[in-house]
């Protein structure tokens, strides 16, 4: 079947780059002369018919900018039958052949179980700050999100130093640690907490009594949001003070600051590229698949595979913070 209109949205959390992945799929279907439309408010904007007719123009000025203007919104509708069956007659009425997901792991499998369901073409481009999707080696926004971890943790060094304090800093990743494992090495954190790796409320006490021991005035320690060492940070930074009296203990959490900002160069040039690869796959018959970048190629991968979170942390930087936090 010949691709002559395609849908595009975006699902799950907002990430840097959506908007630059968006304009490259508006741009990409201009340039081999497919209509497009943007659906506003992710599945739900499915259900309710909430399409946007958009050209070449009706993108320009969104690269540098962060979150999605086509918004995002969660769609328990979309997880029942009729609400599929409801999205799919209206992509069939407004003469849509086909759909570009932006999105998660989450997204990817509500879009799955719809293209499996309906014969429906559907391509995905991963956009998410927490780069755990099995099958691309980055996500949209995981590279802006930590740039911007790491110019706030060198902020807060900046305190730490002048009061010799020891700063909790809560970063995003409920499940994954790669953000906090990353911006914990490129900010020079002294220890690192994520939940792929326990290290248990003894081990951090002994790591910081050596910090003490070795002449360190202030520390950091970055800790993914899905650590369990304390049922909380703020538990945590209690547990700490309770044993090590001699620290001053203060916490930061990050939060959403993380999914804001301008996108850096590599997350439009990313994203520029997965939108491009998403029509043009969908325009060579393909579907069901994810667009993904592997060794700086552009790749397709099932969104059977692709659905499964990926236990991406590499060992060799655990190594690597461990023996320069010394």
């Given at each position: 079947m010949k691709i002559q209109k395609v849908a595009v949205l975006t699902s799950g959390g907002d990430a840097p780059g959506m908007n630059a992945a968006i304009r490259a799929v508006v741009r990409t279907c201009a340039y081999h002369q497919v209509e497009c439309v943007g659906v506003y408010r992710g599945f739900e904007g499915l259900i309710d018919g909430d399409f946007k007719e958009l050209d070449a123009r009706s993108v320009k000025n969104l690269i540098n900018r962060g979150g999605t203007f086509l918004k995002s919104a969660r769609s328990p509708e979309f997880r029942t039958?009729?609400?599929?069956?409801?999205?799919?007659?209206?992509?069939?009425?407004?003469?849509?052949?086909?759909?570009?997901?932006?999105?998660?792991?989450?997204?990817?499998?509500?879009?799955?179980?719809?293209?499996?369901?309906?014969?429906?073409?559907v391509v995905g481009i991963p956009g998410t700050i927490d780069n755990d999707i099995k099958g691309t080696d980055f996500t949209i926004g995981y590279d802006?999100?930590?740039?911007?971890?790491?110019?706030?943790?060198?902020?807060?060094?900046?305190?730490?130093?002048?009061?010799?304090?020891?700063?909790?800093?809560?970063?995003?990743?409920?499940?994954?640690?790669?953000?906090?494992?990353?911006a914990g090495i490129g900010a020079g954190a002294e220890e690192i907490l994520i939940p792929e790796q326990e290290m248990g409320q003894n081990r951090l006490l002994e790591s910081l009594s050596r910090s003490k021991k070795s002449g360190k005035t202030s520390s950091i320690i970055v800790v993914a949001e899905g650590d369990r060492v304390g049922k909380n940070i703020f538990e945590l930074a209690e547990f700490i003070e309770e044993n090590l009296p001699e620290y001053e203990v203060r916490v930061t959490v990050l939060g959403h600051i993380q999914r804001g900002g301008s996108p850096s160069c590599y997350d439009?040039?990313?994203?520029?590229?997965?939108?491009v690869g998403a029509v043009e796959a969908l325009m060579l018959g393909e579907s069901k698949v994810m667009v993904g970048i592997v060794h700086k190629k552009v790749t397709l991968v099932p969104f059977s595979e692709a659905c499964k979170v990926d236990d991406k942390i590499d060992l060799e930087l655990i190594r690597v913070a461990d023996i320069i936090s010394i």
């Open positions: 039958l009729d609400g599929r069956k409801t999205a799919y007659n209206n992509l069939k009425k407004d003469n849509v052949d086909a759909l570009v997901v932006i999105g998660g792991d989450g997204s990817f499998a509500g879009a799955s179980i719809f293209s499996n369901e309906f014969n429906f073409p802006t999100a930590l740039n911007t971890v790491v110019e706030a943790i060198d902020k807060i060094r900046d305190t730490a130093n002048s009061h010799n304090r020891l700063f909790l800093v809560e970063v995003m990743g409920r499940d994954a640690g790669e953000i906090a494992l990353n439009r040039v990313l994203a520029s590229r997965l939108g």
